[in-house]
């Protein structure tokens, strides 16, 4: 039984896990949206929305921390400079998750993960 185990598992190893929301996180900062199937964009709102927290307070601490996720120095660059200043203001719902069809191969539900107020055309297939 899984009572109150709250981590998906999406039928990956620890590692796999851990660097496909790496990869996730990085390709979300710097295309600033990313498409992905449904249950993943829920486990990777979660994930920028922390990393975003913390880069708002734009010490050398939080720099060594988003690092462990983001590799990219450029994203990581982005996220400090253009992306964090953005939502100085804003108390959290950094991202957002649009629903949007279902895959004609196995008919999973697939969703847009993007950033909140950014300039980004969404489409819909």
Same mark, same amino acid.
């Given at each position: 039984?899984?009572?109150?185990?709250?981590?998906?598992?999406? %039928?990956?190893? #620890?590692?796999?896990?851990?660097?496909?929301? %790496? %990869?996730?996180?990085?390709?979300?900062?710097?295309?600033? =949206?990313?498409?992905? &199937?449904?249950? =993943?964009?829920?486990?990777?709102?979660?994930?920028?929305?922390?990393?975003?927290?913390?880069?708002?307070? %734009?010490?050398?601490?939080?720099? #060594?921390?988003? $690092?462990?996720?983001?590799? *990219?120095? =450029?994203?990581?660059?982005?996220?400090?400079? *253009?992306?964090?200043?953005? +939502?100085?203001?804003?108390? $959290?719902? +950094?991202?957002?998750?649009?629903? &949007? +069809?279902?895959?004609?191969? *196995?008919?999973?539900?697939?969703?847009?993960?993007?950033?909140?107020?950014? *300039?980004?055309?969404? &489409?819909?297939?």
């Amino acid at each position: 039984m899984r009572h109150r185990v709250t981590v998906k598992k999406f %039928n990956k190893t #620890r590692a796999h896990r851990i660097a496909m929301f %790496n %990869n996730m996180l990085t390709s979300l900062f710097k295309h600033e =949206k990313v498409e992905t &199937t449904k249950e =993943k964009g829920r486990e990777l709102k979660g994930l920028a929305d922390s990393i975003i927290h913390r880069s708002k307070k %734009n010490d050398l601490h939080s720099i #060594r921390l988003v $690092g462990r996720h983001i590799k *990219d120095k =450029k994203v990581l660059s982005k996220l400090f400079n *253009d992306i964090a200043p953005r +939502y100085k203001e804003r108390n $959290g719902g +950094y991202v957002r998750r649009l629903l &949007t +069809y279902k895959r004609f191969g *196995d008919s999973a539900n697939m969703c847009i993960v993007m950033l909140c107020e950014a *300039d980004v055309n969404v &489409t819909q297939k």
